[in-house]
């Protein structure tokens, strides 16, 4: 398997991409992605084929990993990148769930999937060019939150990370929050 080994990095090529950007506190992905690859099948097969499992095997080996820098940058709670109820009903599950709820059960930590919503029902990512990845993401999420979710530091999940235009989307919505601190970590990053 291709690992990044991305969260022994502070300065990785995944936190890179927010620079400027977005306030980040740490992010990884646990594998490289390359077109015709392992990875890509795996994705596919979680993604399309209904394979949820393959979330929550990459997120046990990957929550080992994570263990070794947590304590540095204790989290409060996993989000997963969330899909439009639309998307949802069509797919009939999000394909990052599995993965963020292992990591959140072994960092002993809350998974919640209701506090940033997806406003917007678009068509998926994946066949769009870097333009039409990045265009009218910043209206897509938005966040219901109370006075228990101030001042959380919050780790965003998703499944593949190529422009970071949609976890800066989600971060910018979970920084609504007052006092809200975001990291991200990936399943896999474009290679």
């Not at 992605?33 to 080996?61: P, S």
């Not at 940058?73 to 599950?93: C, N, S, T």
């Not at 959380?152 to 979970?174: M, N, P, Q, W, Y």
Request: charged share 25%; with cysteine; net charge positive.
């Amino acid at each position: 398997m291709p690992l990044t080994q991305y969260h022994l990095d502070s300065k990785n090529e995944a936190i890179k991409k927010f620079y400027g950007k977005v306030d980040i506190q740490f992010a990884a992905t646990f594998l490289y992605f390359n077109k015709k690859g392992m990875v890509q099948e795996l994705i596919h097969n979680l993604k399309y084929k209904g394979h949820e499992e393959i979330g929550t095997v990459l997120g046990n080996w990957y929550v080992e990993d994570l263990k070794e820098v947590c304590f540095e940058l204790p989290f409060d709670a996993v989000i997963p990148v969330p899909l439009h109820k639309r998307k949802l009903k069509e797919r009939g599950y999000n394909q990052v769930t599995n993965f963020g709820k292992a990591i959140a059960e072994g960092l002993g930590i809350s998974f919640n999937e209701t506090l940033l919503l997806r406003k917007v029902y678009s068509k998926t990512q994946s066949k769009k060019n870097l333009l039409g990845r990045s265009e009218n993401i910043e209206s897509i999420f938005d966040v219901e939150f109370t006075k228990t979710d101030h001042n959380k530091h919050f780790l965003i999940v998703d499944d593949v990370l190529t422009t970071g235009a949609t976890i800066e989307a989600c971060s910018r919505a979970l920084l609504k929050i007052p006092g809200a601190r975001i990291s991200t970590i990936c399943i896999a990053m474009a290679h």
